[in-house]
T-cell receptor, first 116, second 117 residues
Framework: AQSVTQLGSHVSVSEGALVLLRCNYS??????LFWYVQYPNQGLQLLLK??????LVKGINGFEAEFKKSETSFHLTKPSAHMSDAAEYFC??????????????FGGGTRLMVKP | GAGVSQSPSNKVTEKGKDVELRCDPI?????LYWYRQSLGQGLEFLIY????????KSGLPSDRFSAERTGGSVSTLTIQRTQQEDSAVYLC???????????????FGPGTRLTVL
């Protein structure tokens, strides 16, 4: 069974500081990995995803993540936080094989707070 | 273009009542998913539809939960005899599946917040 662990349910950074949100996964097959962001009272918006190929993935709003198979990690980073980045972030994994359903298994989420 | 829409945005019901939640996926998307987001359980997969295939119901928590997808488009999630533990945000997502080419991005709707009193 797949699982996702996000270390830190709450992360607080100052505006302009580095953002690092941690995600570790377990999967019996090569995974597809995703980061979604959720603003208050909204649905989930895809930030970026890793399927195959280059392990450093760039997404929207200046975010990027690196797939490290040896560490089973897919941490999300952004060099400089903006106030508008305050939201909840979810890491998710899916089974990358076959044409079966792409059901996502989510981590518990990390709420990012940005201080002025 | 239009994204995934869900209705109602909020639903308050009494314990024991039945509720129906609606999802309109992105036009042309063949795959549709329901998830539940609750404080205690986080984000959980409920059910998946793909084209005309039988749905994958492996995530439904009990037989009080059911869903259908009519005409390969609109989906309705029904919860019978609601319980207080059913209170959650129910999220719908759709994607365009590419047979043999791996997995496509899921686009989420804004959700329906269900409160069972």
């Amino acid at each position: 069974a797949q699982s996702v662990t996000q270390l830190g349910s709450h992360v607080s950074v100052s505006e302009g500081a580095l953002v690092l949100l941690r995600c570790n996964y377990s999967s019996s097959v090569p995974p597809y990995l995703f980061w979604y962001v959720q603003y208050p009272n909204q649905g989930l918006q895809l930030l970026l995803k890793y399927t195959t190929g280059a392990t450093l993935v760039k997404g929207i709003n200046g975010f990027e993540a690196e797939f490290k198979k040896s560490e089973t990690s897919f941490h999300l980073t952004k060099p400089s936080a903006h106030m508008s980045d305050a939201a909840e972030y979810f890491c998710a994994v899916s089974d990358g094989f076959g044409d079966a359903g792409n059901m996502l298994t989510f981590g518990g989420g990390t709420r990012l707070m940005v201080k002025p | 273009g239009a994204g995934v829409s869900q209705s109602p945005s909020n639903k308050v019901t009494e314990k024991g009542k039945d509720v129906e939640l609606r999802c309109d996926p992105i036009s042309g998307h063949t795959a549709l998913y329901w998830y539940r987001q609750s404080l205690g359980q986080g984000l959980e997969f409920l059910i998946y539809f793909q084209g005309n295939s039988a749905p994958d119901k492996s995530g439904l928590p009990s037989d009080r939960f059911s869903a259908e997808r009519t005409g390969g488009s609109v989906s309705t999630l029904t919860i019978q005899r609601t319980q207080q533990e059913d209170s959650a945000v129910y999220l719908c997502a759709s994607s365009l599946m590419y047979p043999g080419q791996g997995k496509a991005t899921q686009y989420f709707g804004p959700g329906t917040r269900l409160t069972v009193l």
